[in-house]
């Protein structure tokens, strides 16, 4: 599963880091993104979701609703399958949008899910 991460982290004691690892470490194919980090962990960082090639089937969120307000365009024309907005990332504006586009939304935390078997 190809999974965008946005919001992706150098810091190893934050989730979206700890995500990051654990989604490699189960065999997603990851694209992190984060418009000033270059690579993370030998891991090419996208500047933008639209600077990713090919299809996404996950978007997960670690960044505030005022930041991903800002991307939501950007968001929405990747076509994600399902996007998961995880604990402090809540967007309703952009959950309502995504779902009238058909995308899945999924109010979760990411490191829950693929730990419990749910992702």
Do not use: W
Request: proline content about 6%; some cysteine.
């Amino acid at each position: 599963m190809n999974v965008a991460v946005i919001g992706a982290s150098d810091k190893p004691e934050r989730f979206s880091h700890q995500a990051l690892v654990l989604l490699k470490q189960k065999g997603h194919a990851v694209f992190p993104v984060h418009q000033r980090l270059k690579t993370i962990e030998g891991t090419t960082v996208y500047p933008s979701i639209k600077d990713i090639t090919g299809p996404i089937d996950t978007v997960s969120m670690y960044v505030a609703a005022d930041i991903s307000t800002g991307i939501a365009a950007d968001i929405l024309a990747a076509k994600p399958k399902r996007i998961i907005f995880n604990p402090g990332a809540e967007n309703p504006d952009l959950s309502q949008k995504a779902r009238a586009e058909g995308i899945t939304v999924i109010d979760d935390c990411t490191l829950v899910m693929l730990r419990s078997g749910k992702f």
